[in-house]
């Protein structure tokens, strides 16, 4: 940490400045200029608040050089991380993963229609909500544990994968057999509680982007999952609220780089709810794959226009089906496979 003192700031400030970081543990480099002193602050601990040294007297400004995080950061694991979501299915290598299915499991045939749609069109993994995070209380809430049941069997029916919602630390053991990656909405980000128990779970854990959460809170978030020593962390990017109106969220795209430079945690992007608009879907799948998203998560719904939720957002199969012709497209332009 780099910690400029004012002009006018005394030799006794200097010093408490001084003895106040090396109370913290660190090793202090002063370097006297012609007119300021710049307090260099050297040590291992991460666990500190910049604005702590920032209201002490003669401090003029304190940057912040190391990650508050480690387990989640480039630091100590240069390497991007490959992370097996399950069947040999590889994510955060050269292959670009898409997983794909309705908003909310609704019944059989919806869903055994919608798997063999997106397995058809080339999806790996099966997403549906069997918990659903809703705004309104009033509105579908899901099928539970009947739609865990579906989410396996239509799954394994068409040779793939299944990502559903974890609402709560009591649907974690519940949904063990049926998933094989845990999905924590954007809601759910910052419940710390939950991110711990799903620390000491030993499966894949994709986590959204929190509605209004910074890239560093959604890599802090992520840190509580690892630090518990589930290293399997995908992070996912979903929109944030912004001022903007004409979509349901603004799709930060510009987050996937910036994740891959900070951590070497796989990143997937969903167009779908950071638009919530179909027609905006393809368009900026399309610019997630070429950000360089390890994974994309899309909402496709047999029957769009009939779904219990996230219909607007919901592709109709074909337009799925040409979604996924124009990524493979994109895929070689950008070192990448589908
Ligand atoms: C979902 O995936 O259907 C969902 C509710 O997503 P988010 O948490 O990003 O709103
Ligand atoms: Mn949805």
């Not at 509605?211 to 690892?226: F, G, K, P």
């Not at 929109?239 to 603004?250: A, K, Q, S, V």
């Not at 219909?311 to 089906?321: D, R």
């Given at each position: 940490?780099i910690?400029?003192?004012?002009?006018?700031?005394?030799?006794?400030?200097?010093?408490?400045?001084?003895?106040?970081?090396?109370r913290?543990?660190?090793?202090?480099?002063?370097?006297?200029?012609?007119?300021?002193?710049v307090?260099?602050?050297?040590?291992?601990?991460?666990?500190?608040?910049?604005?702590?040294?920032?209201?002490?007297?003669?401090?003029?400004?304190?940057?912040?050089?190391?990650?508050?995080?480690?387990?989640?950061?480039?630091?100590f694991?240069?390497h991007?991380?490959?992370?097996?979501?399950?069947?040999?299915?590889?994510?955060?290598?050269?292959?670009?993963?898409?997983?794909?299915?309705?908003?909310?499991?609704?019944?059989?045939?919806?869903?055994?229609?919608?798997?063999?749609?997106v397995?058809?069109?080339?999806?790996?993994?099966?997403?549906?909500?069997?918990?659903?995070?809703?705004?309104?209380?009033?509105?579908?809430?899901?099928?539970?544990?009947?739609?865990?049941?579906?989410?396996?069997?239509?799954?394994?029916?068409?040779?793939?994968?299944?990502?559903?919602?974890?609402?709560?630390?009591?649907?974690?053991?519940?949904?063990?057999?049926?998933?094989?990656?845990?999905?924590?909405?954007?809601?759910?980000?910052?419940?710390?509680n939950?991110?711990?128990e799903?620390g000491?779970?030993?499966?894949?854990?994709?986590?959204?982007?929190?509605?209004?959460?910074?890239?560093?809170?959604?890599?802090?978030?992520?840190?509580?999952?690892?630090?518990?020593?589930?290293?399997?962390?995908?992070?996912?990017?979903?929109?944030?609220?912004?001022?903007?109106?004409?979509?349901?969220?603004?799709?930060d795209i510009?987050?996937?780089?910036?994740?891959?430079?900070?951590?070497?945690?796989?990143?997937?992007?969903?167009?779908?709810?950071?638009?919530?608009?179909?027609?905006?879907?393809?368009?900026?799948?399309?610019?997630?794959?070429?950000?360089?998203?390890?994974?994309?998560?899309?909402?496709?719904?047999?029957?769009?226009?009939?779904?219990?939720?996230d219909?607007?957002?919901?592709?109709?199969?074909?337009?799925?089906?040409e979604?996924?012709?124009?990524?493979?497209?994109?895929?070689?332009?950008?070192?990448?496979?589908?």
């Open positions: 940490m910690v400029a003192m004012l002009e006018t700031a005394s030799e006794d400030q200097i010093q408490d400045v001084t003895d106040h970081l090396m913290m543990g660190f090793a202090v480099h002063r370097t006297t200029g012609a007119r300021q002193s307090l260099a602050a050297v040590g291992k601990r991460i666990d500190f608040d910049i604005r702590d040294l920032e209201v002490l007297s003669g401090v003029e400004k304190v940057h912040r050089i190391s990650a508050p995080y480690k387990l989640v950061g480039r630091q694991h240069p991007d991380s490959v992370i097996e979501l399950g069947k040999g299915v590889m994510i955060g290598g050269p292959q670009v993963i898409v997983m794909a299915g309705p908003c909310s499991v609704e019944s059989r045939d919806q869903l055994f229609k919608a798997a063999e749609q397995a058809k069109a080339g999806a790996k993994v099966l997403r549906g909500g069997a918990f659903k995070p809703r705004s309104s209380p009033y509105t579908f809430q899901g099928l539970g544990l009947e739609g865990l049941k579906l989410l396996r069997e239509a799954a394994d029916a068409h040779g793939l994968l299944v990502i559903s919602e974890v609402m709560e630390i009591s649907q974690i053991d519940l949904m063990l057999p049926y998933v094989d990656i845990y999905q924590v909405g954007a809601r759910n980000m910052q419940n710390f939950l991110l711990r799903l000491k779970v030993r499966k894949p854990v994709l986590m959204k982007r929190g509605i209004a959460a910074t890239i560093e809170e959604m890599l802090l978030s992520a840190e509580y999952i690892m630090s518990g020593g589930n290293y399997d962390v995908v992070l996912c990017e979903r929109g944030i609220r912004t001022f903007e109106t004409y979509t349901r969220n603004t799709l510009s987050a996937i780089p910036i994740v891959h430079k900070l951590s070497h945690l796989p990143i997937t992007s969903d167009p779908s709810h950071g638009t919530g608009l179909r027609d905006k879907v393809s368009p900026m799948a399309c610019a997630s794959l070429a950000a360089g998203a390890d994974a994309l998560i899309i909402e496709v719904h047999p029957d769009p226009d009939h779904a219990l939720s219909g607007a957002q919901s592709l109709y199969p074909e337009q799925f089906a979604l996924m012709e124009k990524l493979r497209l994109i895929a070689p332009a950008v070192g990448r496979t589908i």
